[in-house]
T-cell receptor, first 113, second 112 residues
Framework: AQSVTQPDIHITVSEGASLELRCNYSYGATPYLFWYVQSPGQGLQLLLKYFSGDTLVQGIKGFEAEFKRSQSSFNLRKPSVQWSDDADYFC???????????FGTGTSLTVIP | DVKVTQSSRYLVKRTGEKVFLECVQD?????MFWYRQDPGLGLRLIYF???????EKGDIPEGYSVSREKKERFSLILESASTNQTSMYLCASSGATSYEQYFGPGTRLTVT
């Protein structure tokens, strides 16, 4: 069965520090992978996606993610976080049938001055 | 830009009421989805639809039904609301082959 694990429930980083959010997935084939961000009281906004090709993908707001097939991981990174990055982050795996998604439980990011 | 709108941002209903949550997308997307989001549980799929009048159960369909009479509109129905259906409800849409889902702002439903 497909599943997505985000092992860090909550992370606190200082403004200007680097960030890495972890995501591991379980899926039998090459997955479609996504990262979404959710600001308080808002819907989810797509940050970036991986379908195939280059395993390092660039997204919006200065985020990037790297697909590592051998580790079944798709970690999200940002070299220097900003106060505006304070939000919840969700990793998702897309499967081919019905375009369904499986979401992780999310990582809540707090950015401190 | 894709726009997905939901009829209400906040909704308060009483136990036993019939509740309608409406979702409209403006990008001619084939697929539409309803999720509920609860702390610590992430997003869970309730129902999805890949065409007009078509629907498929997701992971937690019990207590819910859906309607898709027009391509742009997907409704979630709580036949008899219960307190355990208090949650954030998110609607999303995607194209037939594009896979990425676009989300609405969500409806926070409270059932008292």
């Amino acid at each position: 069965a497909q599943s997505v694990t985000q092992p860090d429930i909550h992370i606190t980083v200082s403004e200007g520090a680097s960030l890495e959010l972890r995501c591991n997935y379980s899926y039998g084939a090459t997955p479609y992978l996504f990262w979404y961000v959710q600001s308080p009281g808002q819907g989810l906004q797509l940050l970036l996606k991986y379908f195939s090709g280059d395993t390092l993908v660039q997204g919006i707001k200065g985020f990037e993610a790297e697909f590592k097939r051998s580790q079944s991981s798709f970690n999200l990174r940002k070299p220097s976080v900003q106060w505006s990055d304070d939000a919840d982050y969700f990793c998702a795996v897309g499967v081919y049938t019905g375009n369904q998604f499986y979401f992780g439980t999310g990582t809540s990011l707090t950015v401190i001055p | 830009d894709v726009k997905v709108t939901q009829s209400s941002r906040y909704l308060v209903k009483r136990t036993g009421e019939k509740v309608f949550l409406e979702c409209v997308q403006d990008m001619d997307h084939e697929n539409m989805f309803w999720y509920r989001q609860d702390p610590g549980l992430g997003l869970r799929l309730i129902y999805f639809s890949y065409d007009v009048k078509m629907k498929e159960k997701g992971d937690i369909p019990e207590g819910y039904s859906v309607s898709r009479e027009k391509k742009e509109r997907f409704s979630l129905i709580l036949e008899s609301a219960s307190t355990n259906q208090t949650s954030m409800y998110l609607c999303a849409s995607s194209g037939a082959t594009s896979y990425e889902q676009y989300f609405g702002p969500g409806t926070r439903l409270t059932v008292t």
